[in-house]
């Protein structure tokens, strides 16, 4: 195991964003970095400056360091959550995290019979729950198309409309006992939705 630091969730926070890399994050990352705390999902992390970096498969980080890396937030690398695994894959190529937090070790409490562990955003939405904030503030999350926020795809992504009705049905179940819990959960999109596409993704925008 690479010896990095164990990263700790901050004890409070009023309002925690989850950064996806979908079509509209090019649209909505200055406002998602407003929140008080950030966490980037994959690729999303080079467009919101984060403080957790989410990112499940180890092959998202070759993507990542070819872009440039992650951005700095208060000039800071964010921690990364993956597996014990995946990080020790993510050593032998690049360097160390500033810290890690063990996706095994997320309290799954009222998830464990959503299969929630299967996807880096829902891992995230996990992630922010158990920061306990008043609200969570999704951006990104289209679940349409087949690129990221600025084009970028690959065959490894595996983007059917058959994943994102599975993702949308898993992100209300999330989003229902995180809402019993006390703590609301948005999804934001562009103010402009001009394309057909973009009504799709408005149509499909179960908690904005």
Not at 40 to 55: E, S
Not at 149 to 165: L, M, V
Not at 175 to 182: K, N, P, Y
Not at 190 to 203: G, H, M, R, V, Y
Request: with cysteine; aromatic share 8%; glycine share 6%.
């Amino acid at each position: 195991m690479p010896d990095v630091p164990k990263a700790s969730l901050p004890r409070a926070a009023a309002a925690v964003a989850v950064a996806c890399p979908g079509p509209s994050l090019a649209a909505t990352a200055p406002e998602a970095q407003q929140a008080d705390v950030v966490i980037a999902v994959n690729r999303a992390c080079c467009a919101a400056a984060a403080d957790f970096w989410v990112a499940l498969d180890a092959y998202t980080y070759d993507w990542v360091a070819e872009a440039g890396g992650p951005l700095l937030r208060n000039a800071c690398r964010p921690a990364i959550v993956c597996s014990a695994a995946a990080l020790r894959r993510i050593a032998a190529k690049h360097d160390l995290p500033a810290a890690f937090l063990d996706r095994a070790g997320l309290p799954a409490g009222d998830f464990k019979a959503i299969r929630w562990s299967r996807y880096s955003w829902a891992t995230a939405m996990i992630l922010a729950g158990a920061i306990r904030p008043q609200r969570i503030d999704c951006y990104g999350m289209d679940w349409s198309g087949g690129a990221d926020y600025d084009g970028f795809t690959h065959k490894r992504q595996r983007r059917t409309d058959s994943r994102w009705n599975e993702e949308r049905d898993m992100f209300a179940r999330i989003a229902d006992i995180l809402t019993a819990r006390g703590t609301a959960v948005m999804r934001h999109l562009p103010e402009q939705l001009s394309t057909a596409e973009d009504a799709q993704i408005a149509e499909n925008n179960v908690r904005s």
